[in-house]
């Protein structure tokens, strides 16, 4: 996305001038405190709002067309869907073939085998027959992570995959994301989990009515930056469980709340 401006009907302008370019497969952390901007970022690569200003290109293509193809696979927050929404786990998860099917939507084996793939690989098979209302909170997100595994999408937004899921299923989602980086697909990831960052994320992009900064982890998720972005490194140490300690040549160590390091952070130019 090339200076793109979104500004709300309410007048409100959420995004300002932002930048952001991923051209290889990675795992990119938006990181932002609420409000910043991020889910605005993702509407606007989805084509959900249409920037005033700037440019957003997928693959070479514009949004419109990207969708058509689906190369654009979107993972919603929970708080956007309708829970009540009288369908079914699988029901769910076929939505993410929809684009590939003509108008009477009627399912293809391959549409079918796309759907139980996705359901198997997020260890949902068990529940498919189940009302989406019915799911505990990591069920939820994982179904939506199948819908995107079954769309089979060359870029993959996640809108805080993590809120509210237990340790080992967020090792596992991330696993699963790390997969299909290898898979060849790019991956942009909003998070609140700064702890995870430095092992999980290749490369950061920084939200605050802008994208204040982007690039690799190492050289982004830094305490200045963070700082930036966060409004005081202590808030940020406070939200994320993180300790900052000095690690030589300008460099700070991030601890866990257990003092195990978890990255070096470079200092800012
Ligand atoms: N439909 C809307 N109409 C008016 N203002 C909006 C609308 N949606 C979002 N905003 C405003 O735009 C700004 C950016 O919101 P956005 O949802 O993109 O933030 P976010 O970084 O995703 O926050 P969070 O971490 O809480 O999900 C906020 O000030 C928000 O109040």
Not at 147 to 173: C, K, N, W, Y
Not at 194 to 199: E, F, G, K, R, W
Request: charged share 20%.
């Amino acid at each position: 996305m090339e200076g793109i401006s979104v500004a709300y009907a309410s007048g409100h302008v959420a995004l300002r001038d932002a930048t952001l370019r991923l051209d290889q497969p990675t795992i990119c952390g938006l990181l932002g405190v609420n409000g910043a901007g991020k889910s605005t970022l993702f509407k606007a690569i989805m084509g959900m709002v249409r920037p005033a200003a700037g440019s957003v290109t997928i693959g070479g293509q514009a949004v419109r067309e990207a969708q058509r193809q689906n190369h654009v696979a979107y993972v919603p927050q929970s708080e956007e869907v309708d829970w009540a929404f009288p369908v079914s786990v699988r029901d769910v998860v076929m939505m993410g073939r929809y684009g590939y099917m003509n108008r009477l939507r009627i399912p293809t084996a391959a549409d079918r085998a796309a759907v139980e793939a996705g359901l198997a690989r997020v260890g949902m098979l068990e529940h498919a027959e189940r009302q989406i209302g019915q799911l505990s909170g990591g069920q939820k997100k994982r179904v939506f992570l199948a819908r995107a595994l079954a769309q089979d999408g060359r870029l993959i937004l996640l809108d805080e995959p993590f809120g509210g899921v237990d340790v080992t299923t967020q090792e596992q989602m991330m696993q699963l994301l790390r997969e299909l980086r290898e898979e060849g697909r790019i991956i942009l990831v909003s998070t609140h989990d700064l702890a995870s960052v430095p092992q999980f994320c290749d490369q950061v992009a920084l939200v605050k009515g802008t994208v204040l900064a982007a690039g690799p982890t190492e050289a982004v998720f830094t305490p200045a930056n963070l700082a930036r972005a966060f409004g005081g490194s202590g808030a940020v140490q406070a939200a994320a469980g993180l300790t900052l300690a000095p690690g030589g040549e300008g460099q700070s160590l991030v601890l866990d709340a257990e003092g195990r390091v978890l990255g070096r952070l470079q200092p800012l130019e």
